[in-house]
């Protein structure tokens, strides 16, 4: 019984662990890199992870949307224009 609680407390620790690398950020300046205009939301999720914050506006019939990625010092921005990346900035905590 006690080797069983063991193994449990074991099997429970590695879960954990694994869930916290899986966590890590994906938004990292190598990863920016990979981002280029003509890119689409989804591509630019797959890269750098869900955004933080995402905000839309018309105009003219254009749609803009902005994808903002915070964590401490490090701030990056997508802007697409009509679901296409058209411009990207960042900021990386040193």
Do not use: H
Not at 12 to 24: D, N, T
Not at 69 to 86: A, H, L, P, R
Request: glycine share 6%.
């Amino acid at each position: 019984m006690k080797s069983l609680i063991r193994s449990a407390k074991l099997m429970l620790c590695v879960a954990a662990l694994s869930l916290l690398v899986a966590c890590g950020s994906k938004v990292t300046p190598a990863n920016l890199d990979k981002v280029q205009n003509d890119m689409t939301p989804a591509q630019v999720t797959a890269i750098l992870g869900k955004p933080t914050e995402v905000k839309t506006s018309g105009f003219m019939g254009l749609t803009s949307t902005t994808y903002l990625y915070k964590k401490g010092n490090t701030e990056v921005t997508i802007t697409f224009v009509n679901d296409k990346v058209m411009a990207k900035n960042g900021s990386f905590e040193k």
